[in-house]
């Protein structure tokens, strides 16, 4: 299929009550945004609409994360499986942000991915904000929308926690 040849990102975005699947793609050095829809409408249909999604990709299903999975260990896996679906550039700079910030303040705190919520969250942004530079002179003024945006991929990708 033409979608698996291309290296491209998807998110699944709602227009006119209908699901569509909006895959982001380089072509010719320049970044395009293809949308497809789904024929499904909203109502009920998320989890099948997520699916074709990930058929487009070429991805697995998303699996239960094993509960005592460390936050590091997960953020080191997402880094792997984001780096062949993101240019270099891209992942380089997720890289730098997670062995610089995320990885040495959740791995000295040994938490489980299953354990972080948004209090642990927030402390974490909480003392970024505060102390984040490594000079530490101030803190870090992007560092909230760093985490929630790289927060919300992991937890999406295929070690997501298993909800009860």
């Not at 990102?9 to 209908?18: E, G, I, P, Q």
């Not at 938490?111 to 002179?137: M, P, W």
Request: charged content about 25%.
């Amino acid at each position: 299929m033409l979608w698996e040849a291309l290296l491209m990102t998807a998110s699944l975005r709602v227009k006119n009550d209908k699901y569509y699947v909006v895959l982001t793609h380089t072509t010719d050095g320049k970044k395009n945004q293809t949308w497809v829809s789904t024929g499904l409408s909203v109502t009920g249909n998320e989890g099948k609409a997520r699916q074709i999604m990930l058929d487009m990709l070429g991805e697995k299903p998303e699996q239960a994360a094993p509960p005592d999975m460390l936050f590091g260990d997960a953020v080191r896996r997402w880094l792997e499986d984001v780096r062949r679906r993101v240019d270099e550039v891209t992942y380089q700079g997720y890289e730098v942000q997670a062995r610089a910030h995320i990885l040495p303040y959740f791995d000295d705190l040994q938490i489980r991915l299953c354990d972080v919520d948004g209090e642990a969250l927030q402390t974490y942004i909480n003392v970024k904000a505060k102390f984040g530079r490594s000079d530490g002179h101030g803190g870090l003024s992007a560092v909230s929308s760093c985490v929630s945006t790289r927060t919300c991929s992991i937890r999406r990708s295929n070690w997501r926690r298993e909800t009860v």
